[in-house]
Structures are given as structure tokens and as C-alpha cells.
């Protein structure tokens, strides 16, 4: 079969398999001469075994990458054997630290059918779970020191660069927080606010309080043990903590 043919194969498998997985998935055709990204690509690979021993010997010279709103991805790859189908692996998030692996088993890829339909199911009652269960895992490692915030309760914290953070929140909370100036990680979900205007800074604090309030969701900002917050912070904000919750690390 000719690369072009194989490489047509592929991205119309990709194309049917999104289109029939549970939520909303797209599909990105990456080509032989996107080196680059099939080199960055190949380093985020959340696999140890079948996917792993298969590059091992047949480094990437192709992918399809199938993408969900949330940052999760999985790959799709040719198969280097004689049997028909494809190989698909779970894609770790970027710009996590290493420590936020640790203790998070990696959800290996699988070998899947030549019908793109079949092999949905297959994803669907196997791959899917255990990706998303580990990456609710190290996107909660992440967190590092920020206390998770609940539905009726967001929850910031003063970080050392005095930026101020808050875990993953619903989009009503999201849309307040976006809105008076802080930012989301897509990858961890944690939405942050700069230090560099500080005025600014304690403006945004003192506004989204009785915003949030207004949706019946409390706030609390928190100081972590040895910081003292700046003296621009909003007295009306109490600081009480979450009850702490301390989360299990392990490098990938």
C-alpha cells in the first residue's frame, strides 16, 4: 500500500472514530513531514507497554491526533504487524510537573479492530475509564497546594509569586473569575491571577465576592503556612481554609 493510501486509511479511521466516541472529539491528521510535531508528540505517549514497545522499534512517522474540549487526547497509530487495524494510546497532558505522575498508573494503549465503529466500543468500554481516571488524578496532583473548591465554595489561595489561584470550578464561577481578569490552564483547569498590578489584583478580589455570592457560591481566601498576603488584599473576603486534603504523588 502506497503512503499516501495508508495515510488516507488513517485519517478516515480517526474521522469515524471521534465522530463515535461518548462527549465531543475532533480529529488532526499529523503527515510524515510534520517532524516536529510527531517528535513532541511521540515524548507524551502515557504508555508503558504495547503502544511502547511498538515505537520502540517503528519510531512515529505518522499520527492522528483526536482531541476533546477538556485537553484529553489520544493518538491513533499504524500497526507494524501483519494483522489489520490500528494501535491508540492515551496522550499526557503538557506542562504538568513530573510530580504530579507519581502513584498514577498509566492508562496503556490498545490494539483496536479494522471497523472504526467496533473499535469506538472498544475504546469506549476499556481505554476511555482508565484515561480519564488518571487524568482526574495528576490534574489533582497539579494542584499542588491550592485546596479544591466545591460547587457552593471557590477557594483561593496566595501563591509565592503572588499570583492567587483556585482549583477547577463550574462555568458559572469560571465565567466570574475569567471576567475580572484571572486565566484557566487548560491543561490542569486552575485559573489564576497575576500580581503584576496589584491594584488590580485587589480590585478583581473585592469585585468577584459579591458576584459569586449573587449565584449563592461562597468564597475563601486562603494564605499558605509561611506567606504573608499583601496588604491590598480584601478585608471582606474571609480567609478560612478548606479542610485540607492532602493528594498522593507519583512521577509518570
Known amino acids: 500500500m502506497h503512503d499516501h493510501d495508508t495515510s488516507e486509511r488513517l485519517a478516515s479511521y480517526a474521522d469515524v472514530l471521534a465522530s463515535e466516541l ?27 507497554d504495547l503502544v511502547a514497545a511498538s515505537l520502540a522499534e517503528h519510531p512515529l512517522q505518522q499520527a492522528a491526533i483526536l482531541s476533546r474540549p477538556d485537553g484529553a487526547q489520544l493518538v491513533l497509530l499504524d500497526r507494524h504487524d501483519e494483522r489489520d487495524g490500528f494501535l491508540l494510546a492515551a496522550v499526557a497532558p503538557r506542562a504538568l510537573p513530573d510530580e504530579a505522575y507519581r502513584a498514577v498508573p498509566e492508562p496503556n494503549g490498545i490494539a483496536l479492530a479494522d471497523d ?6 472498544q475504546v469506549a468500554g476499556d481505554l476511555l ?34 499570583s492567587v489561584a483556585t482549583g477547577p470550578v463550574d462555568d458559572r464561577a469560571g465565567a466570574i473569575l475569567v471576567d475580572n481578569g484571572f486565566i484557566q490552564d487548560p491543561q490542569s483547569g486552575i485559573y489564576r491571577l497575576s500580581s503584576d498590578d496589584t491594584q488590580a489584583q485587589a480590585r478583581a478580589l473585592r469585585e468577584i465576592g459579591p458576584q459569586l455570592d449573587a449565584l449563592g457560591i461562597g468564597t475563601a481566601l486562603q494564605h499558605p503556612a509561611g506567606r504573608t498576603a499583601p496588604t491590598s488584599a480584601p478585608a471582606s473576603m474571609p480567609p478560612s481554609p478548606a479542610s485540607s486534603r492532602a493528594p498522593a504523588t507519583r512521577a509518570r
Not at 472504526?116 to 466500543?121: K, M, Q, V
Open 22 to 48: 461518548p462527549d465531543t472529539w475532533t480529529s488532526t491528521h499529523l503527515p510524515p513531514d510534520a517532524k516536529d510535531d510527531l517528535t513532541e508528540l511521540a515524548d507524551r505517549i502515557w504508555d508503558l
Open 116 to 121: 472504526p465503529f467496533l473499535g469506538a466500543e
Open 129 to 162: 475509564a482508565r484515561y480519564d481516571s488518571a487524568l482526574a488524578q495528576v490534574r489533582h496532583n497539579a494542584l499542588g497546594g491550592i485546596q479544591p473548591s466545591q460547587p457552593d465554595r471557590v477557594v483561593l489561595t496566595w501563591q509565592p509569586d503572588g
